[in-house]
C-alpha cells in the first residue's frame, strides 16, 4: 500500500533476518521481491512484525542479489537508461508499484533497498518477549543499573532492563548474590525504544522457570503466542444448558431423525472432542449415499453471547504434544456437542450420492439428531481395512441396533468410495506436499525417549477425502447463496521467487521438473520419487526443499475479494473451499454453520410460498439463481441470515482475519512445542546420529536436511581454527581438511575463529565402538551411532561435498538453562589425526 505522495513511500510488514540482524525485509504487496533494510540506522527501531512505513531508495542504492554476478547487469543496452531517468521515477502517471516491477523485471540481478521512517502499529511480539538476564556486569539496582535481557527468539536485539523494576523475587535473589537467576527464562515486554538508544527498553513481567525444564518453555511458547490458558468464565459457562442435558423435543421435531442409521466416528484413541461421524448406503444403479455427519455447535453457540465473544477471541484450540488448550468449554466440546458413542446428538448432515466414477450427482444438507453406535480408532478402522477379522483385541464397546457386520461393511465401502475420490482429485490437479511427521514415545515421566515417524494410513486417507468433500461442497452452498458474506478459505499459488530457485535445484540435479500447473507439479514429484525409490533420503529432502515455496491458506470474506484477486485452493486445485467439518475445535466452521443453517433455513421460506413440488432451490446439486434473486428470496435470505447471525462483509472480514492470526500463533506454538520435544529428547541421549542430505552450499555454510528429525539445520564453517575450506565455485564443490593436508585460505584470527568442536564431532578410529540401536547413540567415547535403517559411519578428511551428497551428522542438544534451545548439528567425522 502506498503512503506517500511522491510515490516513494510504502506501507509494509517488517521482518528480521534472524541469522544476520543486519539485515531486514520489507514486503509490499505486487512487488515480486522484498526489500531489503540494510543496518540498524535504515531499521530505525523498527521490530520483527512491526508494521512500517518504508521509503523505496533511489536505484543507485538498490543492492546485487545474493548469488548473481555484476556480469549479468552488462547484457542490458543503454537504451534502459531512460527507465533511470529522474523523469520516470517522479512521473505521476506511472504507477509506483508497476515502476519498481519494470526496473526489477530490467535488472534482475537487483534487490531494491529502502529504509523504514515510521512505525505505523507496533508488533503484538513487542509483548512478549521471553528470554534470559545476563546480570554478569549488574550494577547494584540502588544505583540505578541495568541488567540485559537476551531474547531467546534470535530476530529481537539485545534488550536492557532496569534493575529497579525487576520483580521483587529477582531483585532478592541478586542481592543475595544468587547467579542461577541467569538459567530462570523470563516474560518480558518492550516499553520504549528512544531515538538516541542503541538498544530497546524492556520490562520483565514475571519468572516462568529454569530453562532446562519442559514446562518451563511450555508456558513460554503459550505466553509467547498470546494463547489463552485461563479458565472458561462464568458467563460463558452460564451459556451453556445444564446437565444431565437431553435433545429438547422441539429439536427432535424439525431435525431429521437418523437414530437408527449406522454411523460411527473415527479419530485418535486419545481424542475426546469428537467432530464428525460417517455413514453410507447402497442405492440403485451402483450409487452409495454417503453421509457426513458434523457436531451442531452453532445451537449451542449462539450469536453475540458472552460464549460466542469468548469461542471467538479463542478461535482455535491449540494442541501440543502433550497438552490442549480448548476453544470450547468441555462440557461442550467432549460432552453435549461430542458425538460421543450411544448418546443422542445433534447434527448438521450431508447426503452425497456418489456414483463409481466419484461424481457427486445429488445431495442433500440438513439439520439431524444422530446416535453414534461406535467410536473407532484409526487403528480399530485399519483393522478392518487390512484384514478379515473383526478387530484386535481392544474392541470398542457397540450400541444401539447396528452390528460388526454392518461397521465393517461401511467402514470397507467408504474406504473404497475414498480411493476413487482420491484417484479423481489428483487427475483433478491436486498437489501434495508434506514433510514426514515426527511422533515421540514418552517415559512416565513424560519425557520423551525416542521417536519414530507417523505413517498415513488408509484409514487416515478415507477420514481426510470425505471432510475435503464435505468441506468444498458447503463452500459451493455458502458462496452462492450469500455471495458477499460468506467465509472462505484461500491457498495462493507458491512464492514465484523460491520457486524458481527450487527449479534451479532441480534442473542442476538432472530432476525434470513442471510446475506450470498443480497437476504438473504433483506428476512431476511422483517421476522423481518413483526414479529414486531406493532412496528415500533424497526424496524426502527434495519435498523438503518444494515446501518452502508454499504459501500458508487463509481465510477470508467472499465479499471483499477484489476484481482480479483469486480465492482458489490451490493445493486442491478447486475454486471454492471452506471450513465445516471441526466446530469444535474453529471458530471459523461455527461461523460457516451459522451461514449454512440461514441457507437451509432460507430455503425452507422460500419454498413454503411456491406452488410447484421443488425439493431445494439453494442447496441442492443446482442453483436457482432466479429464486435468489427474486423477491421472496432476497427477503427468505436476508430474514435467515438476520436469525442465525450470518455477519456483514465487513465484519467477516475481521473475523476471518482475527481467525487467520490465531491459528497462525496455533501452528508456531505447535512447532515450538515440536522443536522442544527433540531438544528435550536430544538432550536425553546426549548424542544422536543421522544421515543427511545437502540441500544448499556455498563457501562459508551448507544447508542439511537431517533424516532422522525431518528438518533442516545450517552448519557454517567459515573462519574455523584446524579446518580448511576450498571452494571450487565453478563446480559448486566444497573440500573441507585439515590445514596440514591441504592449505587453508587467508589468515585466521585465532580470537574471532570457532573451535573445530563447533562444526564437526571428530573420533578416532581407534575409540570407535558402535552399539546398534533405534534413535539412540551411545559409544565407548562421544563419538558412536546407530539408526533405524543400520548403523551410521563417520565421514573422513578430506570430504568433498557437492549438492545432494550424503552426510553423517551427530546432533545434541543446544541451550536450556543457558540459552535458547536449539538443534545443534555437527559434521559426524573420523581421522587419526583428532
Not at 502506498?2 to 525485509?25: C, P, Q, S, T
Not at 521515477?89 to 516491477?101: E, L, Y
Not at 466452521?589 to 432451490?617: F, G, N
Not at 441470515?641 to 472480514?653: D, E, M, T, W
Request: charged share 25%; net charge negative; glycine share 6%.
Amino acid at each position: 500500500m502506498l503512503v506517500g505522495r511522491k510515490g516513494d513511500i510504502f506501507k509494509a510488514l517488517f521482518r528480521m533476518n534472524a541469522h544476520y540482524r543486519v539485515e531486514a525485509y520489507c514486503k509490499i504487496d505486487g512487488i515480486p521481491v522484498d526489500v531489503l533494510i540494510y543496518g540498524s540506522a535504515s531499521q530505525n527501531r523498527a521490530v520483527e512484525g512491526d508494521i512500517v512505513a518504508m521509503k523505496m531508495n533511489p536505484f543507485s542504492l538498490w543492492s546485487r542479489m545474493k548469488g548473481t554476478s555484476e556480469a549479468h547487469d552488462n547484457m542490458h543496452s543503454l537504451e534502459d537508461a531512460n527507465v533511470m531517468s529522474d523523469s520516470f521515477w517522479s512521473s505521476p502517471s506511472v504507477d509506483p508499484i508497476g515502476r519498481i516491477c519494470a526496473v526489477i523485471d530490467l535488472f534482475p540481478t537487483k534487490r531494491p533497498t529502502g529504509k523504514v521512517v515510521a512505525i505505523l502499529k507496533k508488533s503484538r511480539q513487542r509483548g512478549t518477549i521471553v528470554g534470559h538476564l545476563n546480570v554478569k556486569k549488574f550494577l547494584s539496582f540502588h544505583d540505578c543499573g541495568y541488567v540485559q535481557l537476551m531474547p531467546n527468539d534470535a530476530k529481537f536485539p539485545t534488550m536492557m532492563v532496569c534493575a529497579v523494576d525487576l520483580p521483587d523475587c529477582i531483585k532478592k535473589r541478586l542481592d543475595n548474590g544468587d547467579a542461577t537467576v541467569e538459567s530462570e527464562l523470563v516474560a518480558a515486554r518492550i516499553d520504549e525504544w528512544l531515538e538516541e538508544s542503541s538498544a530497546p527498553k524492556a520490562l520483565v513481567m514475571y519468572v516462568l522457570g529454569r530453562g532446562s525444564r519442559i514446562e518451563s518453555h511450555i508456558d513460554a511458547i503459550l505466553f509467547q503466542n498470546a494463547i489463552l490458558t485461563c479458565e472458561f468464565s462464568r458467563d460463558s459457562l452460564s451459556c451453556l444448558p445444564h446437565t444431565p442435558w437431553k435433545i429438547p423435543q422441539e429439536e427432535l421435531q424439525c431435525r431429521r431423525d437418523l437414530r437408527n442409521l449406522c454411523i460411527f466416528t473415527i479419530d485418535p484413541p486419545s481424542a475426546l472432542d469428537l467432530d464428525d461421524a460417517f455413514s453410507v448406503q447402497k442405492l440403485a444403479n451402483g450409487i452409495f449415499r454417503v453421509g457426513i455427519h458434523v457436531a451442531d455447535v452453532s445451537h449451542f453457540v449462539l450469536p453475540d453471547t458472552a460464549l460466542d465473544k469468548e469461542a471467538r477471541i479463542r478461535s482455535t484450540s491449540v494442541y501440543l504434544l502433550r497438552r490442549k488448550i480448548p476453544m470450547l468449554p468441555p462440557l461442550l466440546s467432549e460432552n453435549i456437542g461430542s458425538l460421543n458413542p450411544g448418546v443422542d446428538r445433534l447434527a448438521f448432515s450431508l447426503f452425497l450420492d456418489i456414483n463409481h466414477c466419484g461424481d457427486v450427482e445429488d445431495c442433500w444438507i440438513g439439520r439431524t439428531v444422530i446416535c453414534s453406535c461406535c467410536k473407532l480408532s484409526y487403528g480399530h478402522a485399519q483393522d478392518i481395512i487390512d484384514s478379515s477379522k473383526v478387530l484386535g483385541h481392544c474392541v470398542p464397546q457397540l450400541h444401539g441396533q447396528s452390528t460388526w457386520l454392518d461397521i465393517i461393511s461401511s467402514v470397507r465401502t467408504l474406504n473404497e468410495i475414498s480411493k476413487t475420490l482420491k484417484e479423481k482429485r489428483f487427475r483433478d490437479g491436486a498437489l501434495r506436499i508434506e514433510n514426514p511427521k515426527i511422533v515421540f514415545l514418552y517415559d512416565e515421566f513424560g519425557i520423551p525417549y525416542d521417536s519414530t515417524f507417523h505413517e498415513q494410513k488408509d484409514s487416515n486417507f478415507l477420514v481426510e477425502e470425505f471432510v475435503l468433500l464435505a468441506n468444498r461442497t458447503v463452500a459451493e452452498v455458502i458462496s452462492r447463496t450469500f455471495p458477499d458474506r460468506a467465509l472462505l478459505r484461500r491457498h495462493p499459488k507458491p512464492i514465484f521467487k523460491k520457486l524458481t530457485e527450487f527449479e534451479s535445484f532441480c534442473s542442476k540435479q538432472g530432476f525434470e521438473l513442471d510446475t506450470s500447473s498443480s497437476f504438473l507439479f504433483q506428476q512431476s514429484l511422483e517421476q522423481i520419487r518413483m526414479k529414486f525409490h531406493d532412496d528415500p533420503l533424497l526424496f524426502d529432502a527434495v519435498i523438503s526443499y518444494a515446501t518452502r515455496s508454499t504459501q500458508l491458506a487463509s481465510y477470508f470474506c467472499n465479499g471483499e475479494l477484489k476484481d482480479g484477486e483469486n480465492g482458489s485452493y490451490y493445493s486442491l486445485a478447486v475454486p471454492l473451499y471452506t471450513h465445516f467439518t471441526s466446530p469444535l475445535r474453529r471458530y471459523a466452521d461455527i461461523v460457516v454453520h451459522r451461514t449454512l443453517a440461514a441457507a437451509v433455513e432460507a430455503e425452507e421460506l422460500y419454498l413454503k410460498h411456491q406452488s410447484d413440488e421443488r425439493m431445494r432451490c439453494f442447496t441442492g446439486m443446482y442453483f436457482d439463481k432466479d429464486a435468489a434473486d427474486s423477491l421472496e428470496g432476497r427477503e427468505a435470505l436476508s430474514s435467515a441470515a438476520l436469525r442465525h447471525g450470518v455477519p456483514c462483509s465487513k465484519l467477516l472480514s475481521d473475523v476471518a482475519a482475527h481467525c487467520n492470526s490465531r491459528k497462525l500463533a496455533s501452528k508456531h506454538a505447535t512447532d515450538a512445542c515440536d522443536k522442544l520435544y527433540m531438544w528435550a529428547l536430544l538432550k536425553e541421549k546426549q548424542i544422536l546420529f543421522s544421515d543427511a542430505k545437502v540441500l544448499g552450499l556455498g563457501s562459508k555454510f551448507m544447508t542439511l536436511y537431517i533424516q532422522k528429525l525431518a528438518i533442516e539445520r545450517r552448519i557454517y564453517y567459515e573462519e574455523v581454527k584446524g579446518l580448511a575450506i576450498e571452494w571450487l565455485d565453478a563446480t559448486s564443490t566444497l573440500v573441507l581438511s585439515f590445514p596440514d593436508t591441504r592449505r587453508s585460505h587467508g589468515s585466521r584470527d585465532s580470537i574471532k575463529c570457532k573451535a573445530l568442536e563447533d562444526v564437526a564431532l571428530v573420533i578416532s578410529p581407534c575409540d570407535l565402538t558402535v552399539k546398534q540401536s533405534t534413535l539412540e547413540g551411545e559409544a565407548s567415547t562421544e563419538g558412536a551411532a546407530a539408526s533405524d535403517s543400520g548403523i551410521i559411519e563417520p565421514a573422513v578428511f578430506p570430504l568433498t561435498v557437492q549438492l545432494l551428497s550424503t552426510l553423517p551428522v551427530a546432533l545434541h542438544a543446544v541451550g536450556g538453562d543457558d540459552g535458547a534451545i536449539e538443534i545443534g548439528v555437527r559434521l559426524y567425522m573420523s581421522s587419526y589425526l583428532r
